[in-house]
């Protein structure tokens, strides 16, 4: 009787340890908790994005766009536009002079001393309000060092960013 008993009590923790291993087996089986399908309600869609609709004749990009001086002489072209942390245009920078880029510099002219009049076609160039004198004075533009931006009234003055 006694090894019936033994017998017994091996079985019944034979099936329970077969059952916890299935139920192991099954959770692990499972997707985590983020991934499983709740029963509440689904979240609400995310409201659609604004909107702004411009013209085609309203707005073109400016990058490799040629700039002229008022007296229209050839000032190079718009290579990179500067911005400020708050994402606002601060300048643009021009690779001025040379011939087929042997010789060229970039330099960096205020934004407010370009104007934008006539660029509906990629040949229309951008106006800039400075000479070729007071450009080729400028000091040349390296990434990773400080600014320095020829301003509309011929001034150099570096760029102030909040630190």
């Given amino acids: ?10 079985a019944v923790s034979l099936a ?7 139920q192991a087996q099954n959770d692990a089986d499972a997707p985590p908790p983020s991934q499983q ?8 869609p995310a409201p659609p994005p604004s909107v702004t ?3 085609a004749r309203d707005a073109h990009g400016v990058l490799g ?12 072209r718009i290579v990179d536009v500067i911005v400020d942390r708050a994402g606002m245009v601060r300048a643009a920078v021009i690779d001025f002079g040379g011939f ?13 001393a370009l104007h934008f009049g006539r660029i509906a076609n990629k040949s229309d160039s951008i106006t800039l309000e400075l000479t070729k004198d007071q450009v080729t004075a ?5 990434e990773d060092t400080p600014i320095v931006v020829l301003g509309a009234s011929g001034s150099l003055q570096p760029l102030q960013f909040d630190h």
């Fill in 37 to 44: 399908k709740s029963t509440a309600s689904p979240a609400a």
């Fill in 53 to 55: 609709i411009i013209g």
């Fill in 65 to 76: 766009r040629d700039v002229r001086s008022t007296t229209d002489e050839d000032m190079g």
């Fill in 16 to 22: 329970a340890l077969s059952a916890a291993a299935s």
């Fill in 1 to 10: 009787m006694r090894a019936r008993s033994l017998f017994t009590l091996i």
């Fill in 138 to 142: 400028a000091p040349e533009y390296k």
């Fill in 100 to 112: 087929l880029g042997v010789g060229s510099r970039k330099i960096v002219v205020d934004w407010n």
